[in-house]
């Protein structure tokens, strides 16, 4: 009997994750102006939906708190270049640091609760963040938000400036982000920490009794995964240029786990189908009614049916077991 | 011969829940190198004994020194890795990962901690097909946990403790379950395990408690009964009392 381990992504995996990568690059010179620009704003969401995954599908923390990382991340980056006039490569790393930071202190507070009680804990400190946002309206501008004008969406690079306002200058910008947290999450979940998250998920009691730290390992995933979502939250405010407390109310919290359920928990490309479809579903269905969230529901409720473990759990269970 | 200094001490051990003192002032002491059964009917409190020496419970009063370092307030995880190991009473393995699997994240961690090897592929596939070859499941390493029968299933957990390569492996009660002609395996099993390992184990079936312990335990009601060698023990007239049936 051959029996293999490796630490590292297969031959095979890593092919289909390059493959999906090359196709999406592809797919910018190839669509249309108008999918073109949906497709940025899902490659930027699925950022935020892989970072929700990691704590949600592979460690089995489901949290209902998730808008507060993306929108750490949104106004990390946006308030000190509307305000301080800073220039977006710093303020890019200021939101993922605002995320990190906030992922650790919640996750600090919150992982001393575990099921209905964590969920309820992490909507309260979202909530509190949301409430936030609008409290310092002064700063802020509540839920009207701040436009971040076309001429400091700049990315200052060697070669000059690259204005990211530029429909495909957003799409590749969008594109790099999403290929490195795929990368990060594919290598992740094959290494030794992402195979002993998973394993918390299943028995925690049995991990503690093989020695490993449960809770410092769930807040290093809290804190990976709010920083992924952070980094989602900043770039979506340079790339499209506006920061509002909408994204951080709790429908920001509900949509990435609906797009990692519909997706498939606990696989690394789920979160892209997962918000990609719902992105079409939605656009699809109200543009020919207005009554589309009946249509959203009906198709949800097809997804559930047909594809219990969302789409790409659900291939992977039936027919391509080596998919990570 | 066991050194000088006993691998594990308790000393005044209480345990209460609520009103009930499921270990009371229990004194004990394990010396390296023993196969040590504890006996008593149930609700003795065998279990919460093993679990406080273990981690998995803290106590109400009393110290647990193990290797000469009082671990009474040391986190469970810890008391792993300074090499306490525990089996689960009830078969407690990730169903739905392959064997091999499951002991993997057992070896995986000692092999963290030995930074002479680290961590590599190669290291985690011969030191996990170890443990499995001396369970006996190597042929089954590819199988998922879950598709196991009860009987593999506790060699498993058995195997994740081995992995840990413990110096102390507490075993719960880990022939409930099983056939005659596993029992039988067992046995021959936990000797092995016992020349390299101290072994404390937790067992109703006294065929196996004579085959296996030097020195046995007997506990009621929380406290120690009585304790000596296997014959002292069937010789006792208040453990006959107690428990094995007069």
Redesign the interface.
């Known amino acids: 009997?051959k029996?293999?381990?490796?630490?590292a992504p297969s031959a095979k995996s890593l092919a289909l994750h390059a493959g999906v990568v090359l196709l999406l690059l592809a797919l910018n010179f190839l669509l249309p102006e108008y999918h073109r620009g949906i497709f940025a704003r899902v490659l930027v969401l699925s950022v935020f939906a892989m970072g929700y995954n990691l704590a949600f599908g592979y460690t089995g923390l489901l949290s209902l708190g998730h808008a507060m990382f993306f929108a750490a991340g949104l106004y990390g980056a946006g308030l000190p270049i509307y305000h301080l006039g800073w220039n977006v490569w710093p303020a890019f790393g200021a939101g993922i640091l605002a995320g990190g930071a906030l992922a650790l202190v919640v996750g600090f507070l919150a992982l001393r609760t575990t099921g209905v009680a964590f969920m309820i804990v992490t909507l309260m400190f979202a909530q509190v963040f949301y409430l936030t946002t609008l409290y310092f309206t002064t700063y802020t501008r509540g839920e009207e938000g701040l436009v971040l004008p076309q001429a400091v969406r700049r990315l200052s690079l060697p070669d000059g400036p690259l204005d990211l306002s530029d429909p495909s200058t957003r799409y590749l910008v969008a594109l790099s982000l999403f290929t490195v947290v795929l990368a990060a999450i594919l290598f992740l979940v094959r290494a030794?920490y992402g195979?002993?998250l998973v394993?918390i998920r299943?028995?925690e009691?049995?991990?503690?009794?093989?020695?490993?730290?449960?809770f410092a390992n769930k807040l290093a995933a809290v804190v990976l995964s709010g920083t992924f979502c952070a980094a989602a939250g900043a770039a979506y405010g340079v790339l499209f240029g506006y920061v509002g407390s909408g994204f951080a109310s709790i429908q920001y919290s509900i949509l990435p786990l609906l797009w990692v359920l519909v997706g498939g928990a606990a696989t690394t490309l789920g979160p892209l189908i997962g918000t990609l479809f719902m992105f079409y579903v939605i656009d699809t269905a109200s543009s020919y009614t207005t009554a589309h969230l009946l249509v959203v529901g009906l198709v949800l409720i097809g997804v559930i049916l047909f594809f219990p473990k969302g789409i790409a759990g659900t291939v992977r269970e039936r027919w391509l077991r080596w998919l990570p | 011969m066991a050194s000088l200094t006993p691998l594990l001490i308790t000393r005044d051990l209480c345990r209460s829940f609520g009103g009930l003192r499921a270990v009371d002032q229990v004194d004990f002491s394990l010396p390296e190198g023993e196969t040590h059964a504890i006996i008593g009917p149930n609700g003795a409190g065998k279990t919460t004994f093993v679990s406080l020496i273990?981690g998995?419970v803290a106590p109400t009063s009393g110290s647990v020194v193990f290797d000469g370092t009082d671990i009474s307030r040391m986190?469970?995880?810890?008391r792993?890795?300074a090499g306490i190991?525990?089996t689960?009473q009830i078969t407690?393995?990730?169903?739905?990962?392959s064997a091999?699997?499951n002991v993997?994240?057992?070896v995986?961690?000692?092999l963290?901690d030995d930074h002479e090897r680290g961590?590599?592929?190669r290291a985690?596939?011969e030191h996990?097909?170890d443990a499995l070859h001396k369970v006996g499941l190597?042929?089954l390493?590819?199988k998922v946990a879950g598709n196991l029968s009860y009987g593999h299933q506790r060699l498993l957990e058995v195997a994740?403790g081995l992995a840990?390569k413990p110096r102390l492996l507490i075993l719960d009660e880990p022939t409930q379950g099983l056939s005659d002609s596993e029992i039988e395996n067992f046995i021959s099993l936990v000797r092995q395990i016992g020349e390299e390992a101290t072994v404390l184990l937790i067992e109703h079936n006294m065929d196996v408690v004579m085959a296996l312990a030097q020195r046995i335990t007997v506990m009621e009601q929380g406290r120690v009964l009585a304790q000596g060698g296997p014959a002292e023990i069937r010789a006792n007239p208040a453990v006959q009392q107690a428990y094995l049936g007069g």
């Open positions: 009997m029996i293999q381990t490796n630490l030794p195979r002993s394993a299943e028995n009691e049995r991990m503690r009794m093989l020695g490993y730290d449960v | 273990c998995r986190p469970a995880h810890k792993v890795r190991a525990y689960f407690s393995v990730f169903a739905n990962l091999f699997d993997a994240l057992a995986q961690r000692r963290i961590l590599t592929s985690l596939v996990g097909m190597a042929a390493a590819d994740m840990l």
